[in-house]
């Protein structure tokens, strides 16, 4: 949550800032803000989005070869001009930004105020930010060293970037709990909450590690840890290309999005699956696969999409592994005291690599000796380092909020996880691994059919977009992708949708039906499909409107639908690979039809680095 960019060189910092936000937003868009060094500290910061911020210079001095520059996702303060960042210091001498949060501010602020200082934001960030400032006041002592001080008493999770008057093109930079990467360039630096702002300028880029400090010049960037070592930054080369982070001529991220599937699920299957010779390659796997094969269970750790790709995998390393996988949201098993027993291996899901609640989860299963796997997008990211091994998800950088083509990324690595270990272990005939390995060789061309006829979900999109509730039911392995469906709706269209295993709909949502409520099945033909088809017969009954996705040829369950979404014909186990794609679809054209804006849905953000 929250984005942050600076910039130190020789060319004018406000566009390469600006131009970076704009990339960032989607980890918050409440508010947005510059400092810039141009002869003494120049602070521009508006509420709302980084565009109202352009509005707001127009006409001001915004020159300068050093700056810092935020776009916000709200915590402490309701999102106003005054809460934006960049925060000046009391004496002016310094400004500041910060993604995180500063738990112990509190206590910090209350010994500020007996010293009499005073606050123009309610936010944390001010609070330290005054609390380093009286530090360097008192003491007499570099910014450096103010930092140092300040940083041993703060608990919470911080990037804090600084600028200081009596130092025009110097950013100091520290991190502890959110991401921070460094741009190399020649007589220049960069820095980012990701790579994105600095991808045109330099590939060479250095992860900042948690209780590591930074101090970046045009021609010098010394690293160093919190007792004042100095440390060997690690320089390394990034393979994203600028066209991966821009729309390419679709209308928003997300379509982009979906749209890539065919390709992203590919290149997540390349070099990893050999259909042909019986073969997966998952390093991560083979070197952990004496501890994996004798585990007595999977913990699935993650949050929200990602824990539906997890709840998804259950069901595929039961069948294939006979291995009991449990499925937790890592935001209450970090603090439930889970009974964990060394040997236990836990994977760990994410898309962005730094959501708080999974990194803390995995922290403390490690410590108490369990083998951690990540599925994670992005590459270099705190639970890409933190775990013992994994495999990346390599769709590439996804930055519609509303999380598309990393789902069914994170679902072909689990698959092929899964397949890998049953043939570790022993437990699934040969013949039913190798017809699953061609399916899932298959998948991405299926899901390029999918995508070739949208006209169908469109116009169900605009039959629907005035509706006030969905409901979404699934059964097995349909089951999660009713509950993503539901997800996708409600979080860029804010219409109110629930998902269900299809079967519990006569323990209590059945009540919910009238003539007026869209439920979305998901009906493939699997094991289950008669019973489904019972359950469409039972909305039906009561006057339900019936949305389906159905298996190409399925008459029976075409002819029980209002509405039918077709995919192809695949076998159960990866049938989510296809029917999620309809309904992120779905829930796209309806968000567009009721205008939101779906690739910044309202109060959310791409990567949740808050707890
Ligand atoms: C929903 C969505 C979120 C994320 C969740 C976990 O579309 O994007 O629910 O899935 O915040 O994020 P990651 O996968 O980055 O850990």
Request: aromatic share 6%; hydrophobic share 40%.
């Given at each position: 949550m929250c984005g942050i960019v600076g910039y130190t060189g020789y060319r004018d910092a406000f566009p390469v800032v600006v131009k970076g936000l704009k990339r960032l937003e989607y980890r918050g868009y409440d508010s947005a803000g510059i400092a810039l060094h141009n002869q003494s500290l120049q602070v521009y910061k508006k509420m709302g989005k980084v565009a109202d911020l352009e509005e707001h210079v127009v006409g001001k001095n915004?020159?300068?070869?050093?700056?810092?520059?935020?776009?916000?996702?709200?915590?402490?303060?309701?999102?106003?001009?005054?809460?934006?960042?960049?925060?000046?210091?009391?004496?002016?001498?310094?400004?500041?930004?910060?993604?995180?949060?500063?738990?112990?501010?509190?206590?910090?602020?209350?010994?500020?105020?007996?010293?009499?200082?005073?606050f123009i934001s309610d936010t944390d960030t001010e609070v330290l930010l005054n609390f380093i400032d009286e530090i360097k006041e008192n003491n007499h002592c570099s910014l450096e060293e103010a930092v140092r001080i300040a940083l041993k008493r703060v608990t919470g999770a911080y990037v804090i970037l600084l600028i200081e008057q009596d130092n025009p093109d110097t950013i100091l930079a520290a991190r502890k709990g959110s991401p921070l990467v460094i741009g190399v360039g020649k007589g220049e630096h960069f820095l980012g909450s990701d790579a994105s702002p600095m991808l045109e300028y330099t590939k060479e880029v250095v992860y900042v590690n948690d209780y590591e400090l930074a101090i970046i010049r045009p021609d010098e960037l010394i690293l160093k840890n919190l007792g004042n070592e100095v440390l060997t930054p690690y320089v390394q080369k990034l393979d994203i290309e600028l066209a991966a982070i821009e729309k390419g001529g679709f209308d928003h991220f997300m379509l982009k999005e979906i749209f890539e599937q065919p390709q992203t699920i590919y290149d997540c299957l390349?070099?990893?699956?050999?259909?042909?010779?019986?073969?997966?390659?998952?390093?991560?796997?083979?070197?952990?696969?004496?501890?994996?094969?004798?585990?007595?269970?999977?913990?699935?750790?993650?949050?929200?999409?990602?824990?539906?790709?997890?709840?998804?995998?259950?069901?595929?390393?039961?069948?294939?592994?006979?291995?009991?996988?449990?499925?937790?949201?890592?935001?209450?098993?970090?603090?439930?005291?889970?009974?964990?027993?060394?040997?236990?291996?836990?994977?760990?899901?994410?898309?962005?690599?730094?959501?708080?609640?999974?990194?803390?989860?995995?922290?403390?299963?490690?410590?108490?000796?369990?083998?951690?796997?990540?599925?994670?997008?992005?590459?270099?990211?705190?639970?890409?380092?933190?775990?013992?091994?994994?495999?990346?998800?390599?769709?590439?950088?996804?930055?519609?909020?509303?999380?598309?083509?990393?789902?069914?990324?994170?679902?072909?690595?689990?698959?092929m996880m899964a397949l890998k270990i049953a043939q570790l272990r022993g437990t699934m005939p040969a013949e039913r691994i190798s017809y699953l390995l061609s399916e899932l060789e298959e998948i991405p061309g299926k899901v390029q059919q999918i995508l070739n006829d949208i006209a169908p979900i469109q116009s169900i999109a605009e039959k629907y977009a005035a509706a006030r509730d969905f409901l979404y039911l699934g059964r097995g392995y349909n089951f999660p992708v009713a509950l993503e469906g539901a997800l996708k709706l409600k979080e860029i269209s804010y219409i109110h949708a629930e998902g269900y295993p299809a079967a519990e709909m006569k323990h209590g949502p059945i009540a919910l039906v009238d003539d007026q409520l869209p439920v979305v099945f998901v009906a493939t033909r699997d094991s289950y499909h008669e019973k489904v088809i019972s359950n469409m017969q039972e909305i039906k009954a009561r006057k339900g409107k019936v949305i389906a996705v159905v298996s190409e040829g399925d008459e029976t369950a075409i002819s029980l639908s209002e509405s039918a979404m077709i995919v192809p014909v695949c076998d159960e186990m990866l049938a989510p690979l296809l029917t999620v794609i309809p309904l992120q679809l779905l829930a796209y054209y309806i968000g567009v039809a009721r205008g939101c804006d779906v690739d910044k849905p309202r109060n959310l953000a791409k990567s949740v680095t808050v707890e």
């Open positions: 915004i020159a300068g070869r050093t700056g810092i520059g935020h776009t916000r996702w709200a915590t402490h303060g309701e999102p106003s001009d005054r809460n934006a960042h960049p925060h000046l210091s009391a004496s002016g001498k310094l400004a500041m930004i910060h993604n995180g949060i500063i738990e112990n501010y509190n206590q910090l602020k209350q010994e500020l105020l007996q010293k009499g200082y005073q390349r070099g990893r699956l050999d259909a042909q010779k019986n073969k997966i390659t998952l390093s991560g796997i083979e070197q952990y696969a004496k501890e994996i094969c004798s585990a007595n269970r999977i913990i699935m750790v993650a949050c929200g999409t990602s824990w539906h790709a997890g709840l998804t995998a259950e069901y595929i390393f039961e069948e294939c592994c006979r291995i009991n996988v449990e499925v937790e949201y890592a935001s209450e098993f970090r603090y439930r005291n889970p009974v964990i027993h060394p040997g236990d291996v836990i994977i760990a899901i994410s898309q962005s690599g730094e959501t708080a609640d999974t990194l803390v989860a995995i922290e403390n299963a490690k410590a108490k000796g369990a083998i951690i796997l990540g599925v994670v997008n992005v590459v270099g990211s705190s639970i890409a380092r933190i775990s013992h091994a994994g495999a990346y998800t390599h769709a590439g950088p996804e930055i519609g909020v509303a999380s598309t083509k990393a789902f069914t990324a994170q679902l072909a690595v689990l698959s």
